[in-house]
Structures are given as C-alpha cells and as structure tokens.
C-alpha cells in the first residue's frame, strides 16, 4: 500500500503564493500517476491537476491553468502542486492522490490511494 502525507498549507493573501507537497511512501512511487484534488465547504471533491508517471505530462482544471503547476521528484517519492497567483475561490481542503493507471485520470473514484488533506485558505 502507498501512503502520502500532504504538507505545505497555510493562510494567504490573494495574490500570494503556496507550495503544497505530498510524500510517498510503503510502494514503489513512480508506479503511480499523481494527482491533487480540492474540496472546499458544501463542495464536492474535484480534480485540480494530474501528472504521469515519470511526469512527462500533465493536466490541469481550467480554473487553475496559468496559476498552479504540478511537478514530481520520483528520487525524493514526492509530488508537489505550485500555487501562484491565488484567490479566495481557491480556498479548499488539498489531497493528492494515486493511481495506478498510466494516463491521468480526472475522476476521484479512480484513484487507488489519498493523502488526509491539508487546508489552503486565501483571504482577499
């Protein structure tokens, strides 16, 4: 089993920055394409941005294209989401996830493993 541990939020400004990191560890880290998702209050969970495998691709919502980017140190077992240019809309609980599949998938359900979240607040 693969176990991930979120780190990194906090209280921001809009306009500020956040780096969120997501350590692996119980199985071999680059079997997995990662993934981050967001939950904010009365929210359902939804996909914010996706990396494969080696991270040689990536994929991202909408609403955070341009402002967050997802990266991966297979060496270090970690998946990290930059957060750029943040706004209060982007306030939410942050997981990653992983899952097993060689594509990135956008779907909650279709990931094997989540960290226990870690909250970002954005205040304006």
């Known amino acids: 089993q693969l176990q991930l541990v979120e780190s990194g939020g906090g209280l921001v400004q809009a306009g500020g920055s956040l780096r969120l990191s997501c350590a692996a560890s119980?199985?071999?880290?680059?079997?997995?394409?990662m993934g981050w998702f967001r939950q904010a209050p009365g929210q359902e969970r939804v996909f914010v941005a996706g990396?494969?495998?080696?991270?040689?691709?990536?994929s991202y919502a909408d609403s955070v294209k341009g402002r967050f980017t997802i990266s991966r140190d297979n060496a270090k077992n970690t998946v990290y989401l930059q957060m750029n240019s943040l706004k209060p809309e982007d306030t939410a609980v942050y997981y990653c996830?992983?899952?097993?599949?060689?594509?990135?998938?956008?779907?909650?359900?279709?990931?094997?493993?989540w960290g226990q979240g870690t909250q970002v607040t954005v205040s304006s």
């Open positions: 996830a992983a899952d097993r599949s060689l594509r990135i998938r956008i779907g909650e359900y279709e990931y094997d493993y």
């Open positions: 990396i494969s495998r080696i991270g040689g691709m990536t």
């Open positions: 119980g199985s071999t880290f680059s079997n997995y394409a």
